[in-house]
């Protein structure tokens, strides 16, 4: 049965009307990857989020089906119950824990894909949020990536070009270490230090962590999320030019890349600086940001094509014995190009939808292409969090100076 209705798609493919087979192209592939993260657990919320960013790239005519899904992929899950929270705490915290708060909220501010979050004050007066995870994440975590290994074929074939083993790879990296919260908690310790009086960003100092809870000092502010559906031009613009500079700057001064952009994460201060919350994914980046991206976009920014197609041949971003056009290797990298074409650059949703381009398009001379273009794995975090980063900007509709900020800050863009 499945056999006949593969082949009676394929001749309505053959004989079809092209936007038609578009259309369906499209509905059929976020119907089956969706079925797929349907199955997940903790781990559907977490893609959820990490797909959400890009929302702003989805074409009007291909949205409602992707958009559809990830609203499911983002519903909050239900909260623990107060007794469930309360045995967490017994164990992470010891049976006297009470005597360690002056206070404590039983019913959760925010719930997250592996634990969610409650308002405290701590025996010293401070306001805090302490961070429960689920009895069981782990382990539904890692049944979900086995899901998704099982589903590997499905996934390469909607990221062309890409090897998905070592994507794979890293993604369980990164997610292993959120499970232990005393990784993130000694992330946040990282950033907290450096950040400390900082006039732009603000990290909340850590106040106590264990393997399944983490205390931090509590941040009043307005979530991105709130900044893209309400917030002033002038709010916009400020929150945009403020998380391009923390996403490129923060890896050469804390030595770790923030790992998780979306919304939820970035607050807007009322004095007007940016702060920073839940850094479970952090990817080492010791020497900061590679050279090689700084000078990759430096290149294609003065069209010097010829080093810049040698520099991505001899950093795997051409797979061996493919051939790639200079317009083409424009398109790969217009996203963080035409930002810097101008001083100021105006990010919406109707450029990042043309930058992003026709990858949507199964008969697009970029849908071919990204056959030969590859994302090698140690760059694969990079690309998604700078993506991910303009994806908010184009939300945010922000215009922000992403020259100056790029150049003072991506390493590799001023050398010669």
């Known amino acids: 049965m499945a056999g006949r209705a593969a082949v009676g798609f394929g001749k309505r493919l053959a004989g079809g009307d092209r936007a038609e087979i578009d259309a369906q192209l499209q509905h059929r592939a976020a119907e089956q990857l969706f079925s797929v993260l349907g199955e997940l657990k903790g781990g559907a919320m977490k893609l959820g989020q990490a797909l959400s960013v890009m929302e702003a790239a989805i074409p009007d005519e291909y949205a409602e089906p992707y958009r559809e899904a990830l609203t499911k992929l983002q519903a909050q ?56 995870q689920y009895p069981g994440a782990d382990e539904a975590l890692r049944a979900d990536l086995k899901t998704l290994s099982r589903f590997a074929n499905m996934f390469a074939a909607a990221m062309p070009g890409t090897d998905i083993k070592p994507v794979l790879a890293e993604l369980t990296e990164r997610t ?30 850590m106040v106590a962590s264990s393997p399944k809870v983490v205390v931090s000092e509590w941040m009043t502010a307005r979530p991105l999320s709130a900044i893209i559906s309400s917030g002033t031009v002038e709010e916009r613009n400020s929150a945009g030019a403020l998380l391009a500079q923390f996403h490129f700057s923060a890896p050469s001064r804390v030595g770790l890349l923030h790992c998780d952009p979306h919304p939820g994460n970035f607050m807007l201060l009322d004095d007007g600086r940016l702060g920073v919350i839940d850094f479970g994914a952090c990817a080492p980046m010791p020497d900061g940001l590679p050279t090689v991206l700084g000078r990759m976009v430096r290149l294609s920014k003065d069209e010097r094509y010829e080093e810049l197609t040698q520099l991505l041949r001899d950093n795997n971003f051409v797979l061996p014995g493919k051939t790639v056009t200079h317009d083409e290797i424009d398109d790969y990298l217009r996203p963080f190009t035409d930002p810097i074409k101008t001083d100021s650059f105006h990010f919406t949703r109707t450029w990042m939808q043309r930058a992003v381009g026709s990858a949507a398009d199964f008969n697009s001379a970029q849908f071919r292409t990204a056959r030969a273009l590859n994302l090698p794995p140690e760059y694969l975090m990079i690309f998604r969090v700078l993506l991910g980063s303009v994806g908010i900007c184009a939300q945010l509709d922000a215009e922000a100076p992403y020259m100056r900020i790029l150049s003072e800050s991506l390493p590799g863009f001023d050398e010669d």
């Open 176 to 205: 292993e270490e959120e499970l232990d919260y005393r990784i993130e908690a000694d992330n946040q310790r990282r950033f907290a230090k450096e950040y400390d009086g900082d006039p732009q960003f603000v990290i909340p100092r």
């Open 77 to 132: 899950a239900p909260p623990l119950p107060a007794k469930a929270v309360h045995r967490v705490l017994d164990q992470q915290l010891g049976t006297q824990w009470r005597d360690r708060f002056a206070s404590f909220d039983d019913t959760p501010t925010a719930s997250a894909s592996i634990g969610q979050v409650h308002r405290a004050v701590w025996s010293d007066g401070r306001d805090v949020a302490v961070k429960v």
